[in-house]
């Protein structure tokens, strides 16, 4: 299950081979379940239609199959993500279009977390609860009710490799954590960079902190590097649900409305206090 596919997906990106089996996984295991009218995934280019003799309902299911693909091969913890939006009226053959929903039109959105313990991390717009896989039972307990994001952290995530090409804002939010105590935040930060962003919005749903992959040179051409369906919106609907904030620098994530099913956008999630600050920079 290690390595590469030897394809690309419709983003250009080269899958790899548990990126195709988890994307197929998924569409196997809800096709058949009579609750939804189509589906929608990071690794398929086009809407996933229900087939023929499956019965059909009314929700649209989005999701990133394996989130942290370059973590794979080293053993570090990767992901699933996942967005439920209800299909518009009349959706028999839903298309493009009706996926084409703000983040705050999503019912639920979750992730699972396969690390030292399987986690499924699950909001319905009425908190963020957290279950763990016990193996032995077969089944998820309900072990996190409730999760928060205190609203105050000392700790960020960044790939701090792009810098030289970050926007200003990004540039002085980062480096006035970086100066530390004796700096103008008067405070000393800590750093995390998971590369899956499963696993680094598990920690700030965990303990707080901000995670950022804000537009830059090198991926503006895309408006950013990560997903607005599949990755930002499930995000920002738990991270919000559990009292913090989620924006693009710019604008709420939630309330972006999208154009393509692939779109992509700076995201900035986390700890309140400090999304509002890095945003407050983009206004300046
Ligand atoms: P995916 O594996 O689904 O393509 O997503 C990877 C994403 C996200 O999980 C992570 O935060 C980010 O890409 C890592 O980017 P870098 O490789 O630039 O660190
Ligand atoms: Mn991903
Ligand atoms: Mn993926």
């Not at 810098?163 to 995390?192: C, L, S, T």
């Not at 499930?234 to 994530?253: C, F, H, K, V, Y």
């Not at 409305?257 to 309140?272: A, W």
């Amino acid at each position: 299950m290690l390595g590469e596919a030897g394809s690309d997906n419709i983003q250009g990106e080269a899958q790899k081979k548990l990126d195709v089996i988890a994307n197929e996984i998924l569409i196997q295991a809800n096709e058949w379940g009579g609750h939804l009218a189509g589906m929608a995934s990071e690794e398929v280019d086009t809407v996933q239609a229900i087939p023929r003799e499956f019965p059909k309902g009314g929700y649209l299911l989005l999701f990133d199959p394996l989130d942290g693909s370059s973590n794979i091969d080293v053993n570090v913890s990767v992901g699933t993500i996942f967005s439920v939006l209800r299909c518009p009226d009349g959706c028999a053959e839903p298309t493009e279009a009706d996926f084409l929903q703000p983040g705050s039109a999503q019912v639920a959105a979750g992730y699972a977390v396969y690390g030292p313990s399987t986690q499924l991390i699950l909001t319905v717009g009425e908190g963020v609860h957290g279950f763990t896989l016990d193996r032995e039972m077969g089944s998820f307990v309900y072990t996190h009710p409730f999760m928060t994001v205190p609203a105050d952290t000392q700790e960020y995530a960044i790939n701090s490799s792009n810098a030289r090409f970050w926007e200003a804002p990004i540039k002085r939010y980062v480096g006035e954590m970086q100066e530390g105590k004796h700096g103008p935040r008067g405070k000393d930060f800590n750093m995390r960079w998971v590369a899956s962003m499963v696993a680094d919005v598990h920690r700030i749903l965990t303990r707080g902190g901000v995670f950022m992959y804000p537009i830059d040179e090198k991926c503006r051409d895309r408006g950013g590097k990560l997903r607005l369906m599949y990755e930002a919106n499930p995000m920002a609907l738990l991270i919000e649900q559990a009292g913090g904030a989620a924006s693009t620098g710019r604008e709420r994530i939630l309330d972006v409305v999208p154009t393509k099913l692939h779109q992509r956008v700076p995201v900035i999630l986390g700890s309140r206090n400090e999304v509002e600050r890095a945003a407050a920079y983009h206004r300046e």
